[in-house]
């Protein structure tokens, strides 16, 4: 312990005697006369007591009973995004595309895992969070997602999950907590999928990383009727890079026990829990949505009709909108490009947007009112805590958070190392050779064996022996992928001239260089993903091309085979079914006319062959019905499909 006592440090001790009668003289070798930083050394040990000291001289950091991880805390005071790992959301699937990046604020607190942390549960309106609750302490805030897309059917309607109307109302409680209840205020909050469900086609959508506060009529209009309609009306079988971008004007907000008190959050003011603290923002201040087509799809045109904001400007960059007001609650942008780059703001009265097929690239850009953070009391009241525990400082609230795509010359950084990854992944995947030939129906083989007569039978093995599913995959894989082996070499030049455009673009993107050059290298950058990512799926297809055709073929050509082998057993069963048949109506005549001659004889062996004869007849009838039966089926078989062709019955559903 403390060996020098001119090393202990210098402490009030008038709290340890508080109780003692005035002037009272206590013994030399009292317990109460040690000062209590020794009494508490000798109860806890050095290491415990040195963290006390520290905890002393950093009084502006509030001690807090810990209900929340120290890393999601730091997560207010980070510098970037946490970028997700693949596991990270490689389970989130949909019927048309599947997530491929992934940025977010992981684990961040929310306003009521903080606030219940702070000033304590008991002494929280707990039916503020009424519907935040389920949240927990904790939910991502997102900044950016990727999602591969290959539109493969339908919209699908559902109701808003749970989760997605918990995190709208993350946009209720801060704009409540921020700035009140204001009467004035038209801007409410839905929660926003970055990437839709009805895009994704699936549930799998409804992540914390995928879904924010966003303005209650862009969601449902102007976001809705726009750029997501373009994306669910498109053509069956489009492919497409969708990405969608937030950004928020600053990492936290200020607020403090007497705004909380006002706005029924807190129940009392709490003089020895901290008068002012950060908590996390949460509603974004711009949105934008690139979808960079990958194939020759077809996007679908904009809603006809209004959407609920008229588009804004060029450029997007005006100052945060009025939330009081109805026509600057929300702006938006929408523009359309070519395979070229060459873009154009979208007017619905122009007859250059009459026809869309021209349409190889989506932008989508809104801007979104904020709440306004109100002006705080220089000195709090009725708080009568330590002026080092006035703030609970969990992150800056001045310092912004605004994407680097924001700027030029960010935006042309961030697409030169997309491209740069894309290479680096195009790379990694070995191309495959193409598989041997086949023929989906030989019709050499089926020409010799399968004439007029054995067509119906053939048909009806096919559709007994399940091989339309199969021959469907291999049609579907041939349609698909098949030609795509004939562009590899053409591929392997491209992409080393993309290696090189990349080297030549990432000497000429650097702070030297006028914005005007750098809308250029954007526009080549952008042209340069666009062809990168269709040799990776160029490259991915063929896998898939190869893994349909050797997990498949094989089972169906035997399948053919038997088939046709059947088809032409059943056949000539037919032929020898019908051919018994004659000769047994051959006898029956016979033993007709034996019992005929016999009526008119009445010897005893003459009655008793007539007898024989009758019974004989009796099993021939039997026998003549179950094979005419038998030929019935047969002959239906025959006749079965007789004007459908065989591509036209493995067509069918």
């Known amino acids: 312990m403390f060996k020098n006592r001119d090393h202990v440090p210098l402490v009030n001790d008038m709290a340890s005697n508080a109780r003692l009668p005035e002037n009272t003289l206590l013994p030399p ?55 997700y790992e693949k596991d990270d959301f490689e389970n989130a699937v949909g019927d048309d595309g599947k997530f491929t990046d992934v940025k977010a604020d992981k684990g961040l607190p929310t306003f009521w895992g903080l606030l219940r942390e702070v000033y304590g549960e008991g002494n929280l309106n707990q039916s503020f969070f009424h519907f935040t609750k389920e949240l927990g302490d904790t939910c991502d805030r997102p900044h950016s997602v990727t999602a591969e ?125 901290p008068w002012e603290i950060q908590l996390p923002v949460r509603i974004p201040f711009k949105w934008d949505a690139t979808a960079l087509m990958i194939n020759d799809g077809q996007f679908g045109p904009p809603t006809d009709g209004s959407s609920s904001y008229d588009q804004y400007s060029q450029t997007m960059d005006e100052a945060n909108l009025d939330y009081t007001k109805e026509d600057t609650a929300a702006r938006y942008n929408l523009w359309l490009a070519d395979d070229s780059g060459d873009k154009k703001l979208f007017d619905k009265n122009s007859e250059d947007f009459d026809d869309i097929e021209w349409v190889k690239n989506i932008h989508f850009s809104m801007h979104q009112a904020l709440p306004t953070d109100r ?126 455009t990349w080297n030549e673009l990432a000497t000429k993107i650097n702070e030297q260089a006028s914005s005007v050059q750098i809308e250029e290298h954007i526009k080549s950058l952008t042209e340069l993903k666009r062809t990168l990512l269709k040799i990776k799926d160029h490259r991915e297809s063929r896998w898939l091309y190869k893994g349909v055709v050797d997990a498949t073929y094989p089972e169906y050509a035997r399948k053919l085979a038997e088939c046709i082998a059947n088809s032409k057993q059943d056949y000539l069963r037919l032929i020898n079914l019908k051919r018994i048949v004659g000769e047994l109506r051959e006898e029956e005549e016979e033993l007709d006319e034996q019992i005929e001659s016999s009526k008119k004889k009445v010897k005893r062996e003459e009655i008793t062959s007539r007898m024989q004869a009758k019974e004989r007849m009796q099993v021939l009838l039997q026998q003549i019905y179950e094979l005419e039966n038998e030929i019935q089926g047969l002959e239906s078989r025959q006749n079965n499909y007789n004007r459908v062709t065989y591509e036209e019955f493995l067509n069918s559903k």
């Open 29 to 83: 070798n009292s317990h109460r006369n040690t000062p209590p930083v020794l009494q508490l050394a000798k109860k806890i040990g050095n290491k415990a007591m040195t963290k006390l000291l520290q905890n002393q001289k950093e009084s502006s950091i509030p001690v807090i009973q810990r209900k929340l991880n120290q890393d999601n805390l730091n997560k207010m005071k980070a510098d970037k995004p946490d970028t």
């Open 375 to 500: 002006k705080k009391n220089k000195n709090p009241i009725n708080w009568k805590g330590e002026e080092g525990k006035k703030v609970a400082y969990f992150g800056d609230v001045q310092k912004g958070r605004a994407a680097k795509s924001a700027n030029g010359l960010g935006k042309a950084e961030k697409i030169l190392e997309q491209n740069k990854q894309l290479i680096h992944e195009i790379e990694a995947i070995e191309d495959v050779k193409k598989p041997a030939k086949f023929e989906l129906l030989p019709k050499k083989e089926i020409n010799k064996n399968i004439h007029g007569q054995i067509k119906g039978f053939f048909i009806t093995r096919l559709n007994e022996c399940q091989i339309k599913s199969d021959y469907q995959k291999l049609r579907s894989a041939n349609e698909d992928w098949l030609d795509l082996f004939s562009v590899r070499q053409e591929e392997l030049e491209i992409l080393q001239l993309g290696k090189e």
């Open 149 to 273: 897309i290959t539109k493969n059917g339908w919209n699908s309607d559902r109701d808003a999950s749970a989760l997605v109307t918990a995190i709208g109302n993350l946009g209720y409680e801060e704009s409540l907590i921020r700035d009140g209840n204001d009467k004035h205020r038209v801007a409410s909050y839905n929660g926003g999928h970055l990437v839709g469900y009805q895009i994704l086609r699936g549930e799998k959508a409804d992540q914390q990383w995928n879904v924010a506060p966003q303005d209650k009529k862009n969601n449902q209009q102007s976001y809705n009727n726009t750029i997501e309609a373009m994306l669910r009306g498109a053509d069956v079988g489009t492919k497409y890079e969708y990405t969608v971008e937030l950004q928020y004007d600053q990492y936290n907000f200020s607020v403090d026990q007497d705004q909380l008190k006002k706005r029924s959050i807190l129940k009392e003011i709490d003089s020895d829990k």
